[in-house]
């Protein structure tokens, strides 16, 4: 009996294996397909010239690095006023910190959607144009709850009398929040970057809202699917994945105590947004 | 703080009178609530964390507040520190009225409760936190930390972080890193609390012996009154935010002002003062035990032994008095003698005779304000 369930217990985790890496094998295969056609869905023969031209799709390369650029902007502006916003809520004796403190982690259970079409109201109302500005601010606001939620936790932990003790050893507030309270929030920091950078890189409901004529990889992605779909599409993609890939072996295999900590956090968000 | 010598001449005695007073307090109050907003800041808000404190700790000193908690004695280190401030009054430190500076400009540093260790650095680092911050050359820095670390028998673990250090250790890291910018006085804050007891006796040595090698003054809050009179020099006993008497261990436990004091420096029978009312003080080992009565020019009573606990060299019995003092029966004493002095035959319900001279017992009189 205890041998069959061995056995159950192994196959059972071998397919859930399989269904969570099968995608990604089946990305990295194609990203050496030779395509015969517009489409890189059936596999016609191996070839290496996909990944001698990885940006050999120009108007992919630029929704990659448009992406990029938002993500990385995005996540910036993300973990600096949520992490203002995680400080004040840890430290300041607010009057009803509670309240706020919800408020802070609502929009998490808020629906894409709903954010979305406030946005373009607002924007409409205000009479802003959709472009690469309200990409930023509307990827910034809806990562804003990750990160300062992620943060708040690690401040939850901190101990008041580090900081302290730094001023007592002749250290200026300001400096003593560089020296002891920014190092060891340093993890916290990372991980909620790292969070707020996959949110935004890969969001697609937002950003068909507030794109205007910009073009982000998830809404070039979902246009081209219905024209072509280039081989470079897998190669970028494949890139992507090798390098969180190999951060997170950099994380697990190094002695870096902030890398390591930063990902021990969930990835993904505990609500089950896309 | 400020950039003396480490090791100064220690030839000189303790106290030079005349020396001008390196902590002093006067009249410092401090109520919980308003700015104070401390763990207590609802319930207690408006009464007094610190009420009309006045203080005045010589250089060189080893100076002890003791009180039970809530008694005020860690909210004046942190005034003094600087983590609060006063409602009323002033704080000098070194002549220097510094009430309202910041904890960066005090000449003080701080042994945190918990030690406060910087989790991120290791032991060499934490040390070098302050002579950084005082931004002192590279190599001056080297010099002071390897020296201060030798004082406190640390340099093989220099490079350890703390969380790979044993309590005594991240002790002495953290007596370190307070000492090496040598401030004018060294603020401890039950130090020796989160010890266990064998490692407590070996730290309340090595804490003097550094502070006698040092030349340091040193404030220590505790609330161990053993520590207090072991260690200290002079020591204050606070009780709910006031003063309530200053002096040496000596003065303290024999001649107390109040029976506050009395009863926590030590277990005490108070006797009612025939004579002229009041209470006098009697410690427990100056009674004596004994088959035979009172001889002349002795105070006595007869009592029976309620209970009786051994402790090796020495034994605890508390007794009920017979026949009545003054007119009041049953009155509990306790006595602490040595064993070999003891009837062997004692046990629970004996009776016999408590003896002491008069001269051994002291008259509670009020605390001088």
Redesign the interface.
Known sequence: MNRIGNVLLAASSALTFALLYAPVAVTVLFSFNAPRGRFNLLWQGFTLANWRHPLGDPALTEAFLTSLALALAAALLAVLLGGLMALSLARA?LRGRRVIGLLVALPLTNPEIVLATALLNLFVGIDLPRGPLTLLLSHSLFCLSYAALTLKARLAGF?P??E??????????L??FA??TL??LAPGLLAAGLLSFSLSFDDFVISSFMAGETVTLPLYLAGAFQREISPQVQVLTTLVLLVSAALLLLATLSGMPTLRKAVDLPRRDPFGRP | MNPGTLQPDRQAPLQRPGDRPVIELEKVSLRFGGQFSGQLGGQFAGQFAVEELSLSIAPGEFFSLLGPSGSGKSTTLRLIAGFEHPDGGRIRLQGLDLTGAPPHRRPVNMVFQNYALFPHLDVWDNVAFGPRSQRLAAPQIRRRVGEILEVVRLSELARRRPHELSGGQQQRVALARALVNAPAALLLDEPLGALDPDLRRVMRSELQRIQRELGITFLLVTHDREEALSLSDRLAVLHQGRLEQVGTPRQLYDRPCSAVVATFLGAANLLPDSSAGGLRLLRPERLRLSETPPQQGECGLRAQVRELAFQGATVEVRLAGRDGLAGRDGLALIAIDTSANLPENLCVGSELWCRWNHADTHRLADCPP
């Open positions: 004796r101990d009398s580090l302290q003790a730094a001023q007592d050893l002749g250290a200026p507030p400096e003593a020296r002891v190092p060891l």
